[in-house]
């Protein structure tokens, strides 16, 4: 079985969310749901050297995440109904509507924030675009990436074509959790998986609350 | 993904914040897949694109990008949208942002204006009744006749405006012409003060929209020290057309970026170590500190400014200046007019930067093999913007860098020229021009503005105050030019500016001012032309749509004008009998037989865009290469660091109190600038363009607004002062007004000032309180001219800073 994922460059990544919002046209989502999240991870602090000059060690970078197509789904494993599937082609994880319940295991379980449940309390996210996948194409946000931060293909290959990647840079957790699809070319600034010098700066964008 | 906790990234913190989100976003009500219903046969689209029409357009905001879109329409409407895929995804694809993407919301908002209005309330309140296209168009017609009748031509103005560009847009002056013309702008607002101010370093021709005064982003490819000046691709230009990924490009060849901001732009988000944090509005004085440590240390070109410039020292001084310590030289070493020696410590304070710091990046320029400066249009945007960007330009300057391989003049990045013409607007027999700025002054007191005092140009005064004021597809009355306040209170005579006519696709902040209010369609619900935009180094066309039909009576700009045309009896003389689609096929087939090499009309209509790459360019490589065959445009020839011209004009000028203009390119904070907090305002601010925004484009489109939340950016140590946390409303006073607006709290911005993203929808009670809940930096910002330009220099202000 191939196992299809993504690649993301985060050196280049700006954080423009072209990615997000490419997804959510294409998926036709309201305002306060993304399939597709950018994560400002910033930290730093600044210290007064005196005669109002300052330094710093700030830094700040970008994250953006879709669904990773986990090895071990963890939302998978704990979906109640069955409703969760592993395309045995491709590796994508799926929700069948038919079958959710709606009870929302997979919202709690997933460690990367990514299904949410909608108005009729069904769980939606990423599915890889698996009908653009089918006909060869790219997933929506991978086409449509300015500084081309994002590609998809067999994870393994990816891994192959580009040298020292990752599969978590904080503030993702551990790759250990869920064995996620995704190779990150981490940027000057990436911290660990588990860092605690920095935090999530846009906590509101990236629950949806309401502008 | 332990949200604000910075704690171990459990399970636990990261769902927390997941589930309160999702509990607001049901309150919310919105249905998935709500928004624009996909075919009803359930066919699913994307992949089985085959099923769908594809239809193609362009962004056409002003970002410079003018990217492209791909419309997937169905049963004559827009689905979704794809952008440029043609071609290797590594090389040349003019792909859309963010808002290019998000474009159809727009489009297909229930926001839309719908039918012609008149205005019932006061200016400023939103308050129209509709009336019909013919009583719009008789109206209009009857207003703009007795206007030149009663005023003459100099009544009448076209207000700058930059939401829309196409081959067959912004026509007012076509009609305007068959009238005897109207006042003439100059400027604009983007780079007001560097159009004022570097023609004379570089000569008259230097502007900041070409290809000869710039290098290409990419020859920066070649520098190995790529040094940034209030420049973030990836703020302001970040599509796919534009130069933020040439950007990304640069970085990978291996330069060492340096990108100078009050803030972390994005630009350099992922790599922190390029960051040095400046205090706005000072950049003058860290070039001034790196000149003196550059000639302290004998590291300047002494060969390149004697060959090539007027005025480094008194070996090339011009006559008139000579033995007066008036050189550059001096005034960076302390034996100028103001005996200052400009070292790093006297920097320090001013920028904010440590001295040891001023010193290494000194120390890093002369070593470097090709130096390539480049400034953005920020802080030029400045009350002392004239001095900025030309002090700016001064680095490759001193150092010789310019005209040769993987360097740049300090200029920002080039523009290709375009390969597309557009729809004719006639001759303008009125030569009077006022710097765009100047409207409201103009419509307030016309009849007292002058040359010396105003920058009136073609005159040495205007003859007549504003009368009748034409605003298409722009938002300049208000929410994009400063003090809005004061913008209401003069626009409330009626005996002045008489009438108000805007034409836009919904109700912005400055439709709301509007006598007449026509509803335009988008041009993706029309035959759309136009070229690439002026920001990566390519030349493209596109050509398409309509791809749908525009909502309610909305109609085409191009029918718009022909209607009111029709009233005046110059219809025919308006169209030449054309429909829009035949001057789009007529401007194509003219342009493509020029150019030679561009696709038939039936080959483009067909493929609807064509694009080819252009070489990099290096900025001044004629002139440099033969300063004698190619002189630059000044009096001299040359570059001109002391400008004869500009202390012979300044000497002319009636400045008001404080205000500076000097013939080398001096620090001066300006008015509002370094030195000029209160206790009452004891902070800084600036604007910034948004992600979500070009301007004010795009920021009715919730979807937008959502995913880019409207933040103020305060540095953790000034929110701690006034007890503000990360994410808490605040209010933002200055001078003028006062405005409400959430906190961005963040180490990314420098102590001492806050950041506004500029172009957020001013949101206000004007007959009552005035403060806005929009977060409009436009509310804050002061209406003073800057000295030269007499532009707009608004990222000069203070403020303070409050939890609300």
Known sequence: MAQYGFYFDSTRCTGCKTCEMACKDYKDLPATIAFRKVYDYEGGSWTDAGDGIYTTDTFAYHVSLACNHCAMPACMAKCPSGAIEKDGKTGLVHIDQEKCTGVGACVTSCPYNVPVLDDAKKAQKCDGCADRVAEGLNPICVDACPVRALEWGDIEELRAAHTGTVAGIAPMPSPDETTPSIAINPCPAAKEPGDTTGAIANEKEVTNVPA | MAMNEAATLSRRTFVKGSLAGLALAGAAGSALYGCAPKSEDGAKDGGAAAADEIVYSQCVVNCGGSCLLRWHVQDGKIVYAETDNVGDAAGLQARACLRGRTIRRWINSPDRLMKPMKREGKR??????????????????????????????????????????????????????????????????????????????????????????????SEAEKSDLVIMFGNSPADTRMGGANIVYDFAKVREAGAKIVNIDYRLNETSSGHPDEWLPIRTGTDAALVNAIAHELIANDQVDKEFLDKYCVGYDEDTMPESAKGQNKSYKDYIMGTGYDMVEKTPEWAAPITQIPADRIRQLAADIAAAKALFVVQGWGPQRHNNGENTSRAICMLPILTGMI??????????????????????????????????????????????????????????????????????????????????????????????????????????????YADYLLPDAMRAEQMHMAANGYAEYYNGVVVGGPAQDAPGDAQK????????????????????????????????????EKDGNMPSWDEIKAQGHYKRELEPVIGLA???????????????????????????????????????????????????????????????????????RTHSSYGGVEELNQACRQQIWINDLDAQERGIGNGDKCSVKSPVGEMLIEAKVTPRIIPGTVGIPQGAWHDADMAGDRIDKGGCINTITPYHPSPLAKGNGVHSLIVQVAKA
């Open chain 2, 622 to 692: 004629d002139f440099v290469a033969d300063p004698a065959k190619n002189p630059l445009e000044t009096p001299s020839g040359k570059i001109e660091i002391y400008a004869e011209r500009l202390a012979e004009n300044a000497a002319k000028l009636e400045l008001a109190e404080g205000d500076v203009v000097t013939p080398i390119p001096v620090f001066d904070p300006g008015y509002l600038g370094y030195g000029s907090t209160t206790d009452e305002f004891p902070l800084y601010a600036s604007g910034f363009h948004y992600k979500s």
């Open chain 2, 403 to 512: 005209g040769k391989p993987g360097t740049n003049t300090g200029m920002r990045e080039a523009e290709p020229g375009g390969i597309l013409g557009s729809m004719p607007k006639g001759e303008n027999p009125v030569k009077t021009a006022i710097n765009c700025y100047q409207w409201l002054n103009a419509a307030d007191h016309g009849e007292q503005m002058t040359a010396a005092k105003d920058g009136v140009r073609g005159a040495d005064k205007l003859s007549t105050g504003i009368k009748f004021l034409w605003n298409y597809g722009g938002n300049c009355i208000s929410n994009q030019h400063s003090d809005i306040n004061l913008v209401y209170d003069v626009l409330q005579d009626e005996s002045k500016l008489e009438c108000i006519v805007v034409i836009d696709t919904v109700m912005t902040d400055s439709a709301k």
């Open chain 2, 124 to 217: 400023g309140e939103g308050k129209f009744k509709e009336i019909s296209w013919d009583e719009a168009y008789q109206g209009i017609a009857d207003a703009l006749k007795n206007t030149i009748d009663q005023y003459g031509n100099e009544a009448v103005y076209m207000n700058y405006g930059s939401g829309v560009s196409s081959a067959t847009s912004r026509l007012f002056p076509r009609l305007a012409n068959l009238m005897g013309g109207y006042l003439k702008s100059y400027a604009d607002y983007s780079t007001n003060m560097m159009q004022s101010g570097m023609p004379y370093t570089y000569g008259d021709k230097c502007n900041p929209y070409d290809s000869v005064y710039a290098s290409s982003m």
């Open chain 2, 557 to 592: 700009e191009y029918d718009i004008v022909s209607g009111i045309a029709d009233k005046l009896g110059l219809k025919d003389d308006f169209t030449e009998g054309k429909t829009q689609e035949q001057w789009i096929e007529e401007i194509y087939k003219k342009s493509a």
